[in-house]
């Protein structure tokens, strides 16, 4: 008959039976952690990962969960991804702590996933932390603080005709319906390559896709969130080391090493005295270009690295994000023409005096900017936010252990009965006085110090197509589109769930 130590030695089995019984231990004692401060949570088990199955049953679309999660376990509830404990918090009080007053504290917005983007992107401004991260966040800051990327509207406004042109094309063509993310991805990465880079990508003009728009789409094309490795990575956060020493990234590398060579290009012709490029932020940056030897020295400047890795999220941060903020305020507007006829008349008064846009004047659109706040509150670029806790810290009675990672529901607050009367519906005029707003409750770009420094040029590339769409065009839906709220998932960013929203733009008389 058959025997165990047919296989192994009696001794064997019984290290095997003490390593696992020492693993379970190891494992009860991890899993400690909110139990012992009273804080609320799924009891965590082997065959969950911890809690993972719970949370992350639907990889794509976890931030739906978050409502659900708080009114089970209220504002303050407890993870186990694999034995790693992470807070969610959607306290506005304690955000703004964390965020803000005791940001010295949770100034890492992660641990996790940091090193896995290939050493190019592992040196963009979202995956590097410490005094590191602040010498390379003092030496971008100032681009976009300042009045330099004034001088780049015109660029972005010449990128905005183009569209408008296209979209007369297809009316044309194909009665006006049009493709939402087609168009407006294609404008998004011609202002951002311009603005950033001082080039043309062509990517409105030409009928088949531009090399620049095939690679651009290739990089969001990466499930992130469904990837069996990077969520492999999530549970089992010591294999990070592995992945980095492997320079693994969950990006395609033909589109990275693109954008690479794009960038490099960009800095030696920027470089040569005979060059007639405009200014562009690329060009600037360069100004503060560093040695690597300086980089543990200096308190400002950039690495070549540095400057190639943040240059390429410029481009991946200016291109998805914007245009999808495009397409879902065109989403919501033509499904609310009182709204959209509204806001084309505060358009067309702004422009009747010269029959001229210009920052100034779309930065004075009030309402614009009440439809376009409202539409990022319903549709944030970002589902999540996340502050590393480095010290074990007490905040309003509330203990958070050092080494926990807080996970902070954008989309969750944003759609919380408990902050928004009817939050699923577009209503722009609950936007109208910001200062009645929690900022910890909306924050499509962040908030504190660590929030998106982009943010104004991202604002300049929406206000200037919408501004140029309305004035030329009526938005309509079609017998396709799906009513609101339409659904959406996450994978490196957010999008809708369908694969092709459409839209009719129909040319006003």
Not at 48 to 59: L, Q, S
Not at 195 to 223: P, T, Y
Not at 303 to 308: F, I, N, P, Q, R
Not at 323 to 340: E, G, P
């Amino acid at each position: 008959m058959w025997s165990p130590k047919d296989i192994l030695s009696l001794e064997t089995w019984i290290l095997i039976a003490t390593l696992l019984c020492l693993a379970r231990f190891y494992l009860h004692r991890k899993w400690q952690v909110f139990k012992n401060l009273n804080i609320p949570h799924y009891p965590p088990s082997i065959l969950k990962i911890g809690t993972f199955k719970y949370n992350f049953a639907k990889p794509r679309e976890f931030f739906k969960n978050d409502l659900e999660m708080k009114k089970k376990f209220g504002k303050i509830y407890g993870q186990y991804i694999g034995w790693s404990p992470r807070m969610v918090i959607s306290d506005p009080d304690i955000l703004k702590q964390i965020m803000i007053k005791e940001f010295h504290n949770f100034s890492d917005r992660r641990k996790i996933l940091k090193k896995t983007n290939g050493k190019l992107m592992n040196n963009g401004l979202t995956n590097i932390s410490g005094d590191r991260w602040r010498r390379v966040r003092r030496s971008i800051s100032p681009i976009f603080s300042t009045s330099k990327p004034r001088s780049m509207t015109g660029i972005i406004d010449n990128r905005a005709d183009k569209m408008v042109e296209n979209l007369y094309n297809i009316a044309k063509q194909n009665d006006g319906v049009f493709d939402t993310e087609e168009v407006f991805a294609k404008y998004a990465l011609e202002a951002i390559c311009s603005a950033a880079f001082g080039i043309d990508v062509n990517s409105q003009e030409d009928e088949k896709e531009s090399m620049a728009i095939q690679m651009a789409k290739k990089l969001f094309q990466a499930k992130l969130f469904s990837n069996p490795l990077v969520l492999l990575l999530v549970v089992f956060p010591w294999m990070e080391k592995i992945a980095e020493n492997m320079d693994y990234t969950y990006f395609p590398r033909d589109a990275l090493k693109y954008f690479e060579n794009l960038t490099n290009t960009v800095l030696k012709t920027s470089s040569n005295p005979q060059s007639k490029q405009g200014l562009n932020i690329l060009q600037l940056l360069a100004e503060s270009l560093i040695s690597e030897k300086e980089k543990d020295t200096r308190t400002k400047g950039l690495t070549h690295m540095e400057l190639t890795g943040n240059g390429v999220l410029m481009i991946l941060g200016g291109y998805q994000t914007t245009s999808s903020a495009i397409v879902f305020l065109a989403y919501n507007l033509a499904w609310h023409k009182d709204v959209q006829q509204k806001l084309r008349e505060e358009i067309k008064e702004i422009v009747k005096s010269d029959n001229s846009l210009d920052l100034d004047k779309v930065n004075s659109l009030k309402y614009l900017t009440q439809c376009i706040n409202e539409s990022l509150r319903l549709y944030p670029p970002t589902v999540r936010n996340g502050r590393y806790c480095e010290k074990e810290i007490t905040i309003n009675g509330i203990t958070i252990p050092g080494g926990v990672h807080v996970d902070i529901p954008i989309y969750g607050m944003a759609r919380d009965p408990e902050y928004w009367d009817e939050p699923e519906k577009y209503i722009p005029e609950r936007m109208e006085d910001m200062s009645k707003i929690d900022p910890m409750t909306f924050q499509p770009f962040g908030a504190g110090p660590r929030n998106c420094m982009g943010l104004r040029l991202a604002l300049t590339k929406i206000r200037l197509a919408i501004c140029k769409v309305l004035l030329n065009f009526e938005l309509d839906v079609c017998p396709d589109t799906p009513k609101p709220p339409i659904d959406i998932i996450v994978d490196v960013s957010m999008r809708p769930k369908i694969d092709v929203l459409h839209l009719k733009a129909i040319p006003l008389k």
